[in-house]
């Protein structure tokens, strides 16, 4: 599919495109040929495999969305830790956050946005430039 230059058009893309594949996702999980195994570590794994090629697109693509969307605000709730995008990264780099520990959002000033941040961004280097901080939320 070709992609678009304008963002708000790309959202609707991307959009689209996530609604798709998380139907593909969805037949997939339903039709796995590894449900029925006795032996669950590998079982895992090779569903694991199965799925992957989807996981990878749904990932690139929510991604994609994160550094488009548009920020929607909220007051920054008390719970949560508000550091610095340039310590959130030092710690992602240091192996400190990965993404099954929680995840955070941007903030602007006083205002958190409705915009998510998790490790394997940094990882990707899928980070925003329009933002200094961020709030964490362990699991």
């Known amino acids: 599919m070709k992609t678009t230059k304008d963002p708000a058009l790309r959202l609707t893309e991307i959009e689209d495109e996530l609604d798709k594949l998380e139907e593909v996702m969805y037949t997939k999980e339903q039709n796995d040929p590894y449900k029925d195994m006795e032996d669950f570590p590998e079982a895992w794994r090779l569903y694991q495999e199965y799925m992957k090629p989807e996981w990878d697109k749904h990932h690139a693509l929510s991604r994609e969305k994160r550094m488009l969307m548009t920020p929607k605000y909220s007051s920054i709730p008390e719970y949560g830790d508000v550091m610095s995008l340039e310590h959130f990264i030092e710690c992602v780099h240091d192996?400190?956050?990965?993404?099954?520990?929680?995840?955070?959002?941007?903030?602007?000033?006083?205002?958190?946005?409705?915009?998510?941040?998790?490790?394997?961004?940094?990882?990707n280097d899928s980070v925003r430039d329009d933002f200094d901080t961020i709030i964490w939320f362990n699991r």
């Open 95 to 123: 192996g400190v956050f990965i993404d099954y520990d929680g995840n955070g959002n941007y903030v602007d000033g006083e205002r958190m946005t409705n915009i998510t941040i998790i490790p394997s961004d940094v990882l």
